[in-house]
């Protein structure tokens, strides 16, 4: 069982900076692959970036591709996403994941879930 605490959204302006944090309880957070994903008003959740559970591999969306960088550290069971030159499309709730094992970009894929973190981006 893991439990996935976000924390760090707000309200920024365009091209502004923000940190998510997901804190995970639990001693396995190291076997699991971690992602975030986002969901704004009227669309479905999105994927946006993943990290495998070492650390080694990350991938993600075309959109955030250059802006976003998702890091973790295992010592602190915590994941990181660093959201730089953010646009009005970037609002939405974000919320991060955890996949057992394996990298993945399918929401589907991940057993569990954090509660959300809302990011306004202001034009």
């Known amino acids: 069982q893991v439990q996935l605490v976000e924390s760090g959204g707000g309200l920024v302006q365009t091209g502004g900076s923000l940190r998510l944090s997901c804190a995970a309880s639990?001693?396995?957070?190291?076997?699991?692959?971690m992602g975030w994903f986002r969901q704004a008003p009227g669309k479905e959740r999105a994927f946006v970036a993943t990290?495998?559970?070492?650390?080694?591999?990350?991938y993600y969306t075309d959109s955030v591709r250059g802006r976003f960088t998702i890091s973790r550290d295992n010592a602190k069971n915590t994941v990181y996403l660093q959201m730089s030159s953010l646009k009005p499309e970037d609002t939405a709730v974000y919320y991060c994941?955890?996949?057992?094992?394996?990298?993945?970009?399918?929401?589907?894929?991940?057993?569990?879930w954090g509660q959300g973190t809302q990011v306004i981006v202001s034009s």
């Open positions: 994941a955890a996949a057992p094992y394996y990298t993945s970009i399918n929401h589907l894929d991940y057993s569990y």
């Open positions: 639990g001693r396995s957070f190291g076997n699991y692959a």
């Open positions: 990290i495998s559970s070492e650390g080694d591999r990350r």
